[in-house]
């Protein structure tokens, strides 16, 4: 099988629309790639002082299957949200294809396979207020038997 490594470091998001009229936003991203399924998601550390503009400056890093980069049904999905004691408030979110970053990226220059991109952050089918800043890059593409691969998704995962 087909894979590449992925890494996202969310950098930070600016300008966000303040969903706390009481008391101060403490700011958080779930990760997700291909469908939304649980098993996929992976979070930030809270941002307890930016309020609606968090800074994280956290990687992520995923297995990929080089499928994933042929179409645009794969989709890097990022959701922030903003923490609270009865249950998280949905502040928005950003979705691209995994086509289009890897395209991105691979004409970006030098060929790194690497960029950073500022995206504006959507709440339902309109743009919201604010944006997110992330850096990504991709590995080159290996080929990984699914025997082995098996045995060692514990912490990179979706190949």
Known sequence: MECRKFEITLISANNLENVRMLCKMKVHARVS???????????????????????????????????????????????????????????????????ELFEYAKNGGAGTNAAVLTLPVQKGCVNSQGALRFSYRFGERVSIDKLLLAECVSSWSLC
């Open 33 to 99: 790639i291909g469908g939304s399924s649980p098993e996929t998601e992976k979070r930030t550390p809270t941002d307890k002082h930016g309020e609606v503009n968090p800074a994280w400056n956290f990687t992520m890093r995923y297995t990929i299957s080089e499928t994933m980069l042929e179409n645009y049904n794969s989709m890097l999905v990022v959701k922030l949200y903003c923490k609270r004691k009865m249950g998280d408030r949905y502040v928005g979110e950003i979705h691209t294809p995994m086509k």
